[in-house]
């Protein structure tokens, strides 16, 4: 999520303020553009093109400086309230996300579950040439999110000439949960699976990675363990809580929203998950502490019993800085 550094308490929403307040998010939203140095080639050597001049040539509203700015909506000032509004948004249906998916589930080595949602739907010419976005939503987001569906559509256009397949984590999205291993940020093995998998099965398809959020880091997290190894073309991180700690940090932080909102749905989304899947999750290796699962109040608390114990880490705070993809980053 953003944040344009505005305080809440900034004054009236009215004549000048309003169009002060509406000058200073645009001029803090302008894109600022690290591009390669000017011998540097971009990822795929063979393009023989310097990152700055495919920007340069392809998407000129990143390197234009008039262009490169983002004009934010004014009465959504900072990242609580964004995330606020799209979850209202989250399961609306207009021209713009109007689709149906064509799944395809995918059982790992482990017994875990994982689905695909296609759009446009598969068809049977594995040589299809057509290149795929392999997309991943944020957390406890699935291909349902409004955002995903108006990306999956647009993608998807007779005119952009995109195949889009989004991942849906174990027990996400409607799919079962048929292994007691959960995803976490910090996990990026299933992605690594599917990715992979994709290739296999789409060997004339160039291949691209969007992540959102959660999605986001676990992409660049990825990304950074494969290197040069990597199969995607390309890759775009959306709203990437590049340290996962700094993130923690703010969504622990004693305000109104997160103690009124944020908390306590995430929190009894968690426990919504492990009730309706306790008999897969009895099995686990993992002893869980339940009468402490089924009391805790904060994030950090379920990160403590649940994702820290999983991955064997002291507490929460451990699996933010082992899941964080800022070591990743150049």
């Not at 399961?91 to 482990?110: G, H, P, Q």
């Amino acid at each position: 999520m953003f944040d344009y550094g505005l305080p809440y308490s900034d004054p009236a929403f009215s004549g000048i303020s309003l169009l002060g307040s509406v000058r200073k998010f645009s001029t803090r939203c302008r894109v600022q553009l690290v591009a390669a140095a000017p011998g540097v080639t971009a990822v795929d050597s063979n393009l023989g093109e310097n990152i700055r001049t495919l920007l340069d040539a392809h998407c000129p509203s990143l390197t234009d400086a008039k262009q490169a700015c983002m004009r934010p909506t004014p009465f959504l000032r900072g990242g609580m309230l964004q995330s606020l509004y799209s979850t209202m948004r989250a399961l609306k249906r207009d021209k713009y996300s109007d689709i149906s998916y064509d799944r395809e589930t995918k059982v790992l080595s482990d017994g875990g579950t994982v689905s695909l949602d296609w759009y446009p739907a598969r068809g049977p010419d594995s040589a299809d040439a057509r290149p795929i976005a392999i997309v991943m939503a944020g957390l406890g987001g699935s291909s349902y999110e409004y955002h995903v569906r108006c990306l999956a559509k647009t993608l998807g256009k007779d005119g952009a000439g995109y195949r889009v397949a989004v991942m849906n984590h174990r027990g996400m999205g409607r799919t079962p949960l048929t292994s007691p291993k959960i995803y976490n940020a910090s996990d990026t093995n299933d992605y690594r699976d599917i990715v992979e998998y994709i290739r296999i099965t789409n060997p004339n398809a160039p291949l691209l990675g969007v992540g959102f959020s959660l999605g986001a880091n676990v992409l660049t997290k990825y990304l950074g363990e494969q290197g040069a190894e990597s199969p995607l073309s390309a890759a775009i991180a959306i709203c990437c809580p590049f340290d996962m700690s700094l993130t923690g940090r703010s969504l622990d932080a004693d305000t109104f929203l997160n103690n009124k909102l944020f908390q306590p749905h995430l929190v009894a989304t968690i426990k919504r998950f492990f009730r309706r899947n306790s008999e897969v999750l009895q099995n686990s290796p993992t002893d869980y502490d339940w009468d402490a699962i089924m009391k805790a109040t904060r994030m950090s608390q379920i990160d403590t019993l649940v994702t820290a114990r999983d991955s064997g880490q002291r507490d929460c705070w451990e699996h933010y800085r082992a899941a964080s993809s800022t070591p990743y980053v150049d």
